[in-house]
């Protein structure tokens, strides 16, 4: 049995062209959303306020492209686990487009001084697209989750391709994977905290605006080391990748800045959404210092021959087709001795 080239199947075409229609319905919803508000507002569209629309185009624009990236990467590599989180992924994105339902609700219902002379005629006009967002959202992830279904039966066997029958290498390959997935998302859960603190709130000429740029490539180049680093089982790379990791939980203090008296309002039309994403954020990086542990702990003790056929480094990873009764090849045994030819029956 040879695995199908890529976009050959029912469910592997099926599931980007789900995901391709979703993406282009909801940025429209959003765009027109942020289009009505701004010609609405006109000039006031820039208090502060206000800017919670332009950063929820942003992030969504990121969420879809960040998604249709790892779904290709995902079918690419045949990789289950992947295929697995961005199904958690697209969860997590109808929770942030509900959110923003209440959002733009309180931008538009609590600018002060008032920004519009009928906040209620401009609610009535938005609120339609912003319900429609979570709505696709929902039910194109049933939709992803028939399609999984099947991605899984198909891609299923390939993890038994790659590293064999062998319980402990099996093991090994899974947590490595999931390590690599979870480095993916931390680096979207950081730009999205980002690009709202950047957009949303922080002033160009404070500490704290400098203190966040310069955070974004330090935070780059360490999810960079750590994917290096278990890849190459590279010990000293990945010991200050890990130490580096738990210093960067501590961005878990904005929470309090989130809801302090003396800074509470600067973030009163994105303060659920931030709360949510640097939550996640901090729990995603937990987990993954968690998962990189393990995987620290597997160098040198078979961690790279497990992946030594891993589809990412090898593109020869479709098995040349057996004709019926081939006594050619000679299967590998754990013990490392040839088996015996044996007949396949198919």
């Known amino acids: 049995m040879a695995v199908e080239p890529l976009f050959s199947t029912r469910a592997q075409k099926a599931f980007i062209i789900t995901m391709l229609i979703e ?19 006109g000039a006031a569209f820039s208090q502060l306020g206000y800017k919670t629309l332009p950063c929820y185009l942003a992030l969504f624009i990121l969420a879809e492209m960040f998604e249709l990236i790892m779904a290709f990467d995902a079918l690419r590599l045949r990789n289950v686990i992947q295929l697995m989180g ?12 509900a959110l923003q339902v209440h959002e733009t ?33 929902a039910a194109s992830w049933f939709f992803l989750m028939f399609w999984i279904r099947q991605l899984y039966a198909e891609f299923g066997w390939v993890i038994f391709h790659v590293v064999g029958a ?5 093991s090994m390959y899974q947590y490595y994977q999931i390590f690599i997935c979870l480095l993916k998302f931390d680096f979207f859960c950081f730009v999205g905290v980002t690009m709202q603190l950047l957009i949303v709130v ?7 605006f400098g203190v966040t740029i310069a955070a974004i490539p330090v935070v780059l180049l360490l999810l960079a080391g750590c994917a290096s680093a278990v890849k190459h089982e590279i010990k000293w790379l990945m ?20 809801y302090a008296p003396s800074t509470e309002e600067e973030y009163v039309s994105t303060r659920a959404t931030l709360t949510v994403f640097t939550v996640v954020a901090f729990l995603l990086l937990l987990t993954t210092f968690a998962i990189g542990i393990k995987c620290f702990r597997d160098f040198d003790k078979g961690l790279d021959e497990s992946k030594a056929h891993d589809l ?29 030819p044996q007949i396949s029956i198919e």
Not at 166 to 170: G, M, S, V, Y
Not at 328 to 333: D, L, N, T, V
């Open 23 to 41: 993406a282009i319905v909801v940025i429209t919803m959003v765009a027109l959303t942020f289009g009505m508000v701004e010609a609405d507002v």
């Open 86 to 97: 961005i199904i958690i992924f697209h969860a997590a994105l109808i929770v942030f487009s």
């Open 105 to 137: 609700n309180v931008a538009i219902f609590n600018c002060e001084p008032s920004c519009v002379s009928d906040p209620n005629h401009l609610w009535d006009k938005v609120e339609r697209f912003l319900i429609v967002a979570p709505c696709i959202i």
């Open 166 to 170: 062998n319980p402990k290498f099996k």
């Open 202 to 208: 922080l002033n160009r000429d404070s500490a704290e």
């Open 239 to 258: 010991a200050i990748s890990l130490a580096l990791m738990i210093a960067a939980m501590s961005y878990l203090y904005k929470l309090d800045r989130f």
């Open 312 to 340: 990412g480094r090898n593109s020869q990873y479709l098995p040349t087709p057996k004709t019926p009764g081939d006594m050619s090849e000679r299967p590998y045994s754990p013990g490392g001795v040839p088996l015996q």
